[in-house]
């Protein structure tokens, strides 16, 4: 058998555009050829990134971290059923009535665009708490050996990047990074409040190329990185500039890096510690683009078994033929122009 190719992920959150990123996890960690090292995510990448740190603690089982997943968005969907009922046929595919939603969500939504969490859930009631604490032991992610794993929130008072590492999650630390301000109250750890991680870094890079030991990462992108058409209703204006917000982020430091890399190839001198790692980085993205560019707005809160079952299967197919094509290339070189893409 082939040596394993160790490698880090860095996962975007998406709300349940965070199903397809489960795919792709769930592809890579069946891979016997393929050891995740390390693992930075953002809201539901962050959910994503637990879950599967929680099944490769131990000892690198793939098959133990597709089954938390499974059985987490699985019991998400039955949750997202029993909140809010589906008002298009079951048998439709999602992708293909991608302006029908849920009827309750609409009225849910609608609200949020009027009145703060504080008002309209005043006990501050989110389901994802008591999903996180079933399907996570964060005991046993705190105790034993597995992928370092860095979950992104934004401080609501200084506008800050906030890293929280393996040794020290909780549920409180995956909810902060996954706090939309607009649904949840937000999340206050060492007296300090939180919003999501989205804000400052959807998803942070720097952990995996300083903190983590792999030179591969692989991005799984949720936000397509551009559209063609001008949005032109106030829902698609208001849905653009938030995946643009959401990116800005990410952006900045991927064009950093970008432009670090070719200032250190293009002057030569001695290179320290930092160079080095930056010379020998190689990055690589999975996204799935052509689907998720088709879906409404209102999607990223469609979380029900329909939909996370159709995005799965995306996510899962776009990686296995990222794989096909791409495998060669980790441990050898960039998978993508990373200067053209980023610069």
Known sequence: MSREKSISV??????????????????????????IDAISGTSSGAVNGCLLCDGLSGGNDGARAVERMDAFWD??????????????????????????????????????RY????????????????????????????????????????????????????????????LASACLPSLHHAVKIDNENFWDGGF????????????????????????PLQREELPGTVETIRARFSEIAFSASFLREMRAIAFSRRYIR??????????????????????GDEYIAKLSPQSRY????????????VGYESADRWLEENYRHLGISSSIDLESMFE
């Open 266 to 287: 293009e002057n030569w001198r001695p290179m320290g510690a930092l160079e080095k790692r930056l010379s020998k980085l190689r990055i690589h993205v999975i996204h």
């Open 200 to 223: 400052a870094g959807n998803p942070p890079v720097f952990p995996l190329i300083f903190e983590g030991d792999a030179t591969d990462i692989i991005i799984v992108i949720v936000h």
């Open 115 to 174: 009145f703060a969490p504080y008002v309209f859930n005043p006990a501050d009631l989110n389901p994802l708490r008591q999903l996180l604490e079933k399907h996570i032991d964060f005991g046993r992610l705190i105790r034993n050996e597995s992928p370092h794993c860095f979950v992104a929130a934004t401080s609501v008072q200084t506008g800050k990047l906030r890293i929280f590492r393996r040794q020290e999650l909780s549920v409180d630390h995956i």
């Open 10 to 35: 860095a996962l975007q959150g998406g709300g349940s555009h965070g199903a397809f990123t489960y795919g792709v996890l769930s592809r890579l960690a069946e891979d016997p050829r393929l050891r």
């Open 75 to 112: 019991d998400l969907g039955k949750t997202f059923n029993r909140i809010f009922k589906p008002c298009y046929d079951i048998s439709d595919s999602p992708l293909l009535n991608i302006d029908r939603g849920s009827l309750n969500l609409d009225m849910f939504l609608q609200l949020t």
């Open 302 to 313: 469609e979380a029900s078994p329909e939909m996370i079952t159709c995005l799965r299967a």
